[in-house]
Each structure stands twice: as C-alpha cells, then as structure tokens.
C-alpha cells in the first residue's frame, strides 16, 4: 500500500453514534461488554468490530493514523478514544467544524505528509471534498469501517 497516512472519520466510521448529539457525559466503561461505552442515561456505544485489527496493522505497516471529524464536541470525542483504548494507535487529529479539506491540510502541514500520500475513510460522501486537495476519498456507504471496506480500498494489488 502506498499511502503515508490513512485519516479516519470518527462518528459512523469507527462507532455508530454522533458523538455530539447522542451521547451525554459521563461515560464510563461497560462492565461486561468489551469495547463498549456508557453514557449517563445508559446508552450503549461499541466500537466497531474491526477497528483495532485495522489500526493494528496500519502500525505494523508503519503508516500513520490521523482522525479527522467535524464533531461539534471535542471533548467527547476524545473521551470515547480514551476509553476505547485508541490514543495509542491515533498519531494525530484534527477536529470541529468545516470541511474536512481543511482538517486534512492541517494534518499534512504539522506531519509533513503530502495530502496525496493519505486517503480518508468517510461515512459521509460530502466530505468527498477532500479529493480536490488530493486525498483519495474512500466512502463507507455502510456508514461502517470493516475489513472488506479496507480492503477494497486499500487493496495490494492496486500498488503502484
Ligand atoms: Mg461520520
């Protein structure tokens, strides 16, 4: 694979929630469930299946991982990575509103990653956008990251 850097979505991308709108602080870890987040009126959040598989091999391939998200609640963002037990995999994010072409711009200015060495995994096909600063857009129209969705994307033999 010959990206740099791969930047993720954060809601419908790694979880299915709008971090901003769903859920209310605090939140706390389930007792039983794994990988799974409770907010104060008890609603559930698991991360997707195959995100910290994914993550995994990104960093055995030495590629960077970044988030990008317009949430309008940082905080809880970071606190739902926190307790999914992602900050050691995210190399570095950009968040809040506008367009993600402006996340990502940020991104490759602190990193010194050219936005055509990244690709963005997406659940929302507006931030398509980012294709005009040279990311390639990979759209998840299952609003869900899996290993068939990265792979089709991110497919060894497309190598070039
Ligand atoms: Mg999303």
Known sequence: MSYKAVVFD????????WCDTHISTPLK???SKKNTVVDKYGYEVTLYEDV?????YLRSKNIKIFTASRTASPPT????????NLEKYIDDSEWGWGSKKNHISKL???NDIDPSEMC????????????????KFCYLPNEKLTWSEFNKHINPSHEH
Do not use: M, Q
């Not at 963002?77 to 999914?84: G, M, P, V």
């Not at 963005?120 to 990311?135: A, M, Q």
């Open 52 to 56: 910290v598989p994914i993550f995994e």
């Open 77 to 84: 963002a970071k606190k739902l990575i926190k307790l999914f």
């Open 29 to 31: 870890l389930h007792k």
């Open 120 to 135: 963005l995994f997406d659940d929302e096909y507006r931030n398509k956008d980012v294709e005009e600063i040279g990311v």
């Open 108 to 110: 490759a200015g602190r």
């Open 10 to 17: 954060l809601d419908y991308t790694l979880w299915p929630c």
